[in-house]
């Protein structure tokens, strides 16, 4: 698993001004990522409000992400996903000739396809590019679940899928794919559970608090990768409270909200139908906000 893009990466919000996406904005909040120590930055993706970006707003987010991260160490996984086959493809073969190391394909939401369906959809995608493509598995959001058994397909017979983006909630499902396949990288998609993740054989996280604590995020998964879980778990316990505010409304609308308190974004604007936070939800956040040293903040 040395050669995959593994360990603490952040789900980028993507900060708009005057309702356009503020591009000299999304290269300080990524350049802040890569002075705090995150391996990876993971644009468009749903903290990212891929949903009701144009297709060209979404290129043009990982042409800057790819723009930025160029000459660091840190790699750009590339959301890349869509319930049309078709569109998921162009995204990814737009990722890869853009200079994305990897891509992160969510399940094909809405249309339901059948176990079948899925993986026809993600082998389609897989062979349409040669780097790294990672599965993203949300039930929550899609209403459909990426099976186990689906997952070990996909794993055995497509080369280029090295991982998995969990976002079941569901510790028992990393038990059970880590112990049927401990090659596939199983990366955490819920921040409340990004140390037990990682304490049971987990590879990594896609963070949407490391938006506004990326030092913490990346110190947590660190860590436990180098097999200090009681470090790790005093992380854990100091982020609970960060962890639990962040997801009061349906995200990305807390994040944004506590990245304009903390004043790492100039403007609090969502795309439709997102809306900002109620202002008793504004108050919750901004009490939690005052118990973290946020870096890159004067």
């Known amino acids: 698993m040395s050669k995959t893009i593994i360990g603490a990466m952040t789900a980028l919000i993507t900060p708009f001004k005057n309702g356009k996406v503020d591009h000299e904005q999304f290269a300080k909040l990524i350049k802040r990522q890569i002075d705090n120590g995150i391996d990876a930055v993971v644009p468009v993706g749903t903290t990212g409000e891929s949903a009701t970006l144009s297709h060209d707003e979404h290129k043009e987010c ?154 913490l995020i990346a110190d947590l998964i660190h860590s436990a990768q180098n097999g200090d879980y009681a470090t790790s778990k005093t992380i854990s316990d100091q982020l609970y409270d960060i962890n639990k505010v962040l997801f009061i409304e349906s995200n990305p609308i807390p994040i944004k909200a506590a990245m304009y308190i903390a004043g790492l974004i100039e403007n609090l604007e969502y795309r439709l139908p997102l809306t900002p936070p109620t202002a008793e939800h504004m108050r919750q956040i901004e009490t939690v906000i005052k118990q973290y040293e946020i870096p890159g903040v004067n």
């Open 62 to 215: 990982i042409e800057t992400a790819v723009s930025v991260c160029k000459g660091t160490d840190v790699k750009v996984v590339a959301g890349a996903g869509s319930n049309s086959t078709h569109e998921a493809i162009d995204l990814a073969q737009f990722a890869q000739k853009a200079g994305a190391d990897a891509i992160l394909s969510v399940c094909p939401y809405y249309n339901k396809p059948t176990q079948e369906g899925i993986y026809q959809h993600y082998k389609a995608i897989a062979e349409s590019v040669e780097i790294p493509v990672m599965l993203y598995n949300v039930p929550g959001r899609t209403a459909l679940d990426i099976a186990p058994d689906t997952v070990f397909r996909l794993f055995d017979e497509v080369s280029n899928i090295y991982a998995i983006k969990e976002a079941t909630g569901s510790m028992e499902r990393t038990l059970h794919l880590k112990a049927k396949r401990p090659n596939l990288a199983v990366i955490s998609g819920d921040d409340a559970i990004n140390y037990p993740i990682m304490s049971t054989g987990g590879n990594g996280c896609i963070s949407v608090t490391s938006n506004l604590l990326p030092n």
